[in-house]
């Protein structure tokens, strides 16, 4: 049973740290967010050709390895997976697709609201239907298979590649790239944002809290669950923390890394909260899992570097100017991709 | 604890190689790394000769313009720019440099329009530290405009026009508040 304290703590934790890391640098309502941070990682390993996102955010790879620690240190660290490889890989695609088209995972949605982005507001409605109709698929029999112990230590796959990764961060070898101006060039410190996000994933993994899972819980069980606190905990210091910043700028319009085509970003952020819960959890969940040895959130994982990669190589992702027809084509087939991995994977006995 | 703790001598010696081609690994790894903190010589020449490149694209193609903006011929300056582009059409600069005449002239609606047109284009013009940086300039007629075209649309719902402007106007509002693109 998880602390209502530990939950709390986390969820403070990640709204104060999720402004703190805008004023040392990130992108703006983007302290935190882990489909932006994938797409400048996919730039930085040359994944896609877009020069202003390209830079190897030790924020992911601190969250991994945050968890592991905690893991490890908790006796949690298990290997297991095996349930349905190949759609945890489209899984992540589509929750990558579902928050370019949004501009932003869950955690960013929370921040853009935050920061009085009420814009955000399109999307926290399609989140939470989005989880809702998870819980509905679940509670109507759609269960992907059972994951089970693996032997041979595959569970430390993704850790030790967090820490390669990291050892590129530091080594700065030819082929990884950095962005000279755009978003990719917005970048905290790494003396403060890589022990933010170790901070984050440790306690992230020892609370098990993430934003879609404390929807989940709330639709499930109401203001009882411990996940509550936390939820509430995470907006109350992200508030806090946005005005006492200088950071909150209420309005719809012109707001940072936002657009106005509300449908889009409902629909974008109901497609990532369907395929969240029947997966176990939002982009950030699934970076704390696969550092706990979870090798089917490790597959998520690698689907959403290769989302990341699609969603700026394909003209898919979002921007101040609009949605484009691609990602109006993505968030579609994506729903349809959802629909269909319901239908097979509904159990009718 | 998942990994056996029991070993023997093929283990041992797998392990000593794999420590072995670890530190080797990171090392060349690590001298494949010329410029500190950066990539490799040869993308920082490919980068820098592309922003050479663009830069004396700019100087060449619009330097005539430039000179009719420093004699304060405005109209005659737009005139060259619609020439330029019927060559280059939607270059971004090109658009860049209308909006900027046409925010001199007062024309305020319509240099929005092209401000946000360039700015599509190339981000480089709302970028604090760059050398194509119109920052300042694109930052004080969208806070302008947005006093201004704001009620007016309000007013007047109806204003396909109008509602186009502050669309513009929220765009660029939206690019110089940064965030991810």
């Known amino acids: 049973m998880v602390g209502k304290g530990m939950v709390i703590a986390a969820g403070a934790a990640m709204g104060i740290l999720g402004v703190l890391l805008t004023v040392w640098g990130n992108p703006e309502n983007s302290g935190i967010c882990i489909s932006c941070f994938m797409e400048t990682t996919a730039g930085a390993l040359g994944l896609h050709a877009n020069e202003r996102l390209q830079y190897l955010r030790p924020e992911l790879m601190g969250f991994v390895i945050g968890a592991t620690c905690s893991a490890l240190l908790g006796k949690e660290f298990k290997s297991r997976g095996g349930s349905a490889p190949m759609v945890r890989i489209l899984s992540g695609i589509l929750l990558i697709v579902g928050c370019a088209v949004f501009i932003g995972c869950p955690i960013k949605m929370m921040l853009r609201f935050a920061a009085g982005d009420f814009g955000a507001?399109?999307?926290?409605?399609?989140?939470?239907?989005?989880?809702?109709?998870?819980?509905?698929?679940?509670?109507?029999?759609?269960?992907?298979?059972?994951?089970?112990?693996?032997?041979?230590?595959?569970?430390y796959i993704m850790p030790v590649a967090a820490v390669?990764?990291?050892?590129?961060?530091?080594?700065?070898?030819?082929?990884?790239?950095?962005?000279?101006?755009?978003?990719?060039?917005?970048?905290?410190?790494?003396?403060?944002?890589?022990?933010?996000?170790?901070?984050?994933?440790?306690?992230?993994?020892?609370?098990?809290?993430?934003?879609?899972?404390?929807?989940?819980?709330?639709?499930?069980?109401?203001?009882?669950?411990?996940?509550?606190?936390?939820?509430?905990?995470?907006a109350v210091t992200a508030i806090g923390?946005?005005?006492?910043?200088?950071?909150?700028?209420?309005?719809?319009?012109?707001?940072?890394?936002?657009?106005?085509?509300?449908?889009?970003?409902?629909?974008?952020?109901l497609l990532v909260g369907w395929v969240a819960v029947l997966i176990g959890g939002c982009p950030f969940r699934q970076l704390v899992?696969?550092?706990?040895?979870?090798?089917?959130?490790?597959?998520?994982?690698?689907?959403?570097?290769?989302?990341?990669?699609?969603?700026?190589?394909?003209g898919v992702a979002a921007t101040a100017a609009g949605v484009p027809l691609a990602g109006k084509i993505g968030i579609l087939f994506g729903l349809i991709a959802t629909i269909a991995g319901v239908l097979a994977y509904r159990q009718r006995s | 604890m998942e990994l056996t703790l029991k070993t023997d001598g093929f283990d041992k010696i797998l392990s000593a190689v794999l420590l072995v081609l670890l530190v080797v690994a990171v090392a060349?790894?690590?001298?494949?790394?010329?410029?500190?903190?950066?990539?490799?010589?040869?993308?920082?020449?490919?980068?820098?000769l592309k922003t050479q490149a663009r830069l004396l694209f700019i100087q060449n193609t619009y330097q005539p313009v430039e000179l009719l903006l420093k004699e304060n011929r405005s109209q005659e300056a737009l005139l060259k720019l619609e020439e330029l582009a019927v060559r280059f059409p939607g270059?971004?600069?090109?658009?860049?440099?209308?909006?900027?005449?046409?925010?001199?002239?007062?024309?305020d609606a319509q240099a929005a329009s092209s401000y946000a047109a360039a700015v599509r284009q190339n981000g480089e013009y709302v970028d604090q530290k760059n050398p194509l940086s119109r920052r300042d300039e694109i930052s004080k007629l969208t806070e302008n405009g947005l006093v201004?075209?704001?009620?007016?649309?309000?007013?007047?719902?109806?204003?396909?026009?109008?509602?186009?402007?502050?669309?513009?106007?929220?765009?660029?509002?939206?690019?110089?508040?940064?965030?991810?693109?």
């Open chain 1, 164 to 234: 390669g990764l990291l050892v590129l961060f530091f080594a700065m070898p030819a082929f990884i790239l950095v962005s000279a101006s755009g978003g990719g060039a917005a970048a905290a410190p790494w003396i403060l944002s890589l022990p933010a996000a170790i901070f984050l994933g440790y306690l992230s993994q020892r609370s098990r809290f993430c934003i879609t899972g404390s929807l989940r819980d709330m639709l499930l069980m109401g203001v009882k669950t411990p996940m509550f606190g936390g939820f509430v905990a995470f």
């Open chain 1, 289 to 314: 899992k696969a550092g706990e040895g979870d090798t089917d959130a490790g597959l998520v994982t690698v689907g959403m570097l290769l989302g990341a990669a699609l969603v700026q190589a394909w």
């Open chain 2, 91 to 107: 270059e971004a600069h090109g658009l860049l440099l209308k909006a900027s005449v046409l925010a001199k002239l007062g024309a």
């Open chain 1, 241 to 269: 923390a946005a005005v006492l910043t200088g950071r909150y700028h209420p309005g719809f319009a012109g707001q940072p890394g936002a657009h106005g085509e509300h449908l889009w970003s409902f629909l974008g952020m």
């Open chain 2, 148 to 181: 201004k075209y704001v009620p007016l649309s309000k007013s007047q719902p109806g204003d396909v026009a109008l509602k186009q402007v502050v669309r513009d106007l929220y765009y660029l509002k939206s690019r110089l508040a940064g965030g991810c693109e």
């Open chain 1, 121 to 155: 507001i399109a999307g926290i409605v399609g989140l939470v239907i989005g989880v809702w109709l998870g819980i509905r698929s679940y509670a109507h029999g759609v269960e992907l298979p059972k994951a089970a112990s693996e032997l041979g230590g595959s569970g």
């Open chain 2, 28 to 48: 060349m790894l690590l001298a494949d790394s010329p410029v500190p903190g950066g990539a490799s010589n040869s993308k920082v020449l490919e980068r820098t």
